[in-house]
């Protein structure tokens, strides 16, 4: 069974810069997808960055256009861990943030085709 714990949230001033970390374990085999989602008060879940496991030029991350060249996700294999590396910060990043993963075929940002979550990391950027 595939566990994530999620980490590195807190409070930012804008134009400041956040690294979340989501340790990954469980995972046996097959085509993985990890993927970070944020949920503001009162708004839909929303996908922010989705990683393709195989990780090579061919299969680059996928981003949503609001985090686009602000937003960085990886993964460092030998720690298990995926990483949101969030710079140029704005109010409107303020959300609670997850990890997910799936075993699937095509990299997506609908959180609908996600099995596995970890808890929400707290994300509050003030201006």
């Known amino acids: 069974q595939v566990q994530l714990v999620a980490s590195g949230g807190g409070s930012v001033q804008a134009g400041g810069s956040l690294r979340l970390s989501c340790a990954v374990s469980g995972v046996t085999s097959g085509r993985i997808y990890y993927a970070w989602f944020r949920q503001a008060p009162g708004k839909e879940r929303e996908g922010v960055a989705v990683?393709?496991?195989?990780?090579?030029?061919?299969?680059?991350?996928e981003y949503a256009d609001s985090v686009k060249g602000r937003f960085t996700v990886s993964q460092d294999n030998a720690k298990n861990t995926l990483y949101l590396a969030m710079t140029r910060l704005k109010p409107e990043d303020s959300a609670l943030y997850y990890c997910?993963?799936?075993?699937?075929?095509?990299?997506?940002?609908?959180?609908?085709?996600?099995?596995?979550w970890g808890q929400g990391t707290q994300v509050t950027v003030s201006s």
């Open positions: 997910a993963a799936r075993e699937g075929m095509y990299r997506s940002l609908n959180p609908t085709l996600y099995t596995a």
């Open positions: 990683l393709d496991t195989r990780d090579t030029g061919d299969y680059p991350p």
